[in-house]
């Protein structure tokens, strides 16, 4: 089971809007609306950021976006702040080995 | 407000067993569908097994047969026993709450050494 693709790292300058891809097959992101982004601080556990692609959980800001187009699901944070820097992490369902697949982390810089 | 705490961690070496336990406030383990994810150091995350709340149980492939999740209602908690651990079972072990996995433990540390 391969894991979904994300790019490596992203940055931008406060204020500034970016955006996270995560792509997977037609087994996994294209096939179920049950993408979930998660974002790890060093040394944290993660916290959850969107579930169900789209939906924000109680107490995420809304700068905060998620979508999905054929197998690629993405993650939006617009103005962009300190405290968003962190590693992402997209998850997908799965109909191929795994239940769940996770994605290969973005590492998200504000400069 | 859903609390969780892991424990059990520490250093084995490979074969040997270890059994984790995931105390859980706020919520009820038999109403919830609980998981334990693992992340290997500076490595990414990895799913290794969830519970319904009907109690059928799922794993990654890669423990599939050596790792047991099991949960206790009378005392909350949710366990993962980990037998014939190998080296690159070495990770920080989380449990998560829900489908969405919306709440997180701290970790525990779990090492496969000789």
């Known amino acids: 089971q391969s894991a979904l693709t994300q790019p490596a790292s992203v940055s931008g300058s406060p204020g500034q809007s970016i955006t996270i891809s995560c792509t997977g097959t037609?087994?996994?992101?294209?096939?179920?609306?049950?993408v979930s982004w998660y974002q790890q601080h060093p040394g944290k556990a993660p916290k959850l950021m969107i579930y169900?692609?789209?939906l924000r959980p109680s107490g995420v800001s809304n700068r905060f976006s998620g979508s999905k187009s054929g197998n690629t699901a993405s993650l939006s944070i617009s103005g962009l702040q300190t405290e968003d820097e962190a590693d992402y992490y997209c998850?997908?369902?799965?109909?191929?080995?795994?239940?769940?697949?996770f994605g290969t982390g973005t590492k998200v810089t504000v400069l | 407000e859903v609390h969780l705490v892991e424990s059990g961690g520490g250093l084995v070496r490979p074969e040997e067993s270890l059994r984790l336990s995931c105390a859980v406030s706020?919520?009820?383990?038999?109403?919830?569908?609980m998981s334990w994810v693992r992340q290997a150091p500076g490595k990414g995350l990895e799913w290794v097994s969830f519970?319904?709340?009907?109690?059928?149980?799922y794993y990654a492939d890669s423990v599939e047969g050596r790792f047991t999740l099991s949960r206790d209602i009378s005392k909350n908690t949710v366990d993962l026993q980990m037998n014939s651990l190998r080296v690159d079972d070495t990770a920080v072990y989380y449990c998560?709450?829900?489908?969405?996995?919306?709440?997180w433990g701290q970790g525990t540390l779990v090492t496969v050494s000789s």
């Open positions: 998560a709450r829900g489908p969405n996995w919306d709440s």
């Open positions: 037609s087994s996994d992101v294209g096939r179920y609306d049950y």
């Open positions: 998850r997908s369902h799965s109909s191929s080995g795994s239940v769940y697949v």
């Open positions: 706020g919520i009820s383990v038999g109403g919830n569908y």
């Open positions: 519970m319904y709340s009907g109690g059928d149980t």
């Open positions: 169900d692609v789209s």
